[in-house]
């Protein structure tokens, strides 16, 4: 008797030699079978691959804080609410604990500078450092400097700020904060040859520098601060000045006090 399976296999096509039909032997049920379980297997892995982005894609969604309205990612909420399942997060405000004040709007002059001028823009780092009242202290790694690609600055140990004396010693140009306080007359040659050993001094526009210097007078507490001292040390003989910060323990984000009382800013 022959089975059903050796019967089709045994069916001779037109053409084809006893000596054909031999060597093909199960071929037709054979390519038949491995195309089922191809196609199977796609399904199988077509679905998975979908379910794994579904899955990505909802992890890479971002959310709304609705405390604060940050943007954040949907895998670092740390729970949920309500029937609604609100999504609710630590990282930005601690579920509404820390409240911080409205982000002020920019000096006038400043936002103008901001908006308009490309070559402000391209020495926006430089004008900032011309205005800083503190010197970075560290101890730097100078094997991934100046290498290809983009720059990297890697420091070893405790990053600080160092401030000096509010006068320079004699014989000495005034820097950083002492520049608020000595010699203001020249305020704007002083602060730009402040950068002549990093940059071109030619970079730098003298109007912008001026401008830069009168929306600090206007709108900084701490530059109002050293103001003050320079008045009272070109009309008085008084020989030492001192500065107290004045914390306050509820603002969010206030750093811890500084231990030495001769740090005026940061």
């Avoid at 096509?13 to 060597?23: E, K, L, T």
């Avoid at 794994?52 to 895998?75: F, G, I, M, T």
């Avoid at 601690?94 to 901001?114: M, N």
Wanted: with cysteine.
């Amino acid at each position: 008797m022959i089975e059903p399976h050796e019967a089709a296999v045994s069916k001779r096509f037109p053409g084809q030699s006893q000596h054909d039909m031999h060597n093909t032997g199960h071929q037709p049920f054979r390519q038949s079978f491995a195309c089922s379980v191809c196609k199977r297997k796609d399904r199988t892995e077509g679905l998975q691959a979908s379910r794994h982005k579904k899955k990505k894609s909802k992890a890479n969604d971002l959310q709304e804080c609705p405390y604060c309205r940050a943007l954040v990612w949907e895998q670092e909420k740390k729970g949920s609410r309500g029937s609604n399942r609100t999504p609710l997060f630590s990282i930005c405000c601690q579920q509404g604990r820390v409240k911080l004040p409205p982000e002020p709007h920019p000096p006038h002059s400043l936002a103008s500078l901001r908006s308009s001028s490309a070559h402000f823009q391209h020495n926006i780092r430089t004008y900032n450092s011309i205005l800083a009242f503190t010197s970075m202290g560290a101890k730097l790694d100078s094997k991934v400097m100046h290498k290809p690609g983009p720059f990297t600055l890697r420091i070893h140990g405790q990053n600080a700020h160092k401030i000096g004396s509010l006068v320079p010693q004699a014989g000495k140009p005034p820097k950083f904060s002492q520049l608020y306080i000595f010699d203001t007359a020249n305020e704007v040659k002083n602060r730009i040859a402040t950068v002549k050993r990093t940059t071109k001094a030619g970079e730098l526009d003298p109007d912008i520098v001026k401008q830069l210097i009168e929306t600090m007078d206007a709108n900084n507490c701490l530059a109002k601060v050293f103001r003050k001292a320079r008045d009272a040390h070109e009309h008085s003989s008084c020989p030492e000045f001192r500065i107290r910060l004045i914390g306050q323990p509820k603002r969010g984000r206030q750093y811890d006090m500084p231990t030495t009382d001769e740090i005026a800013g940061l």
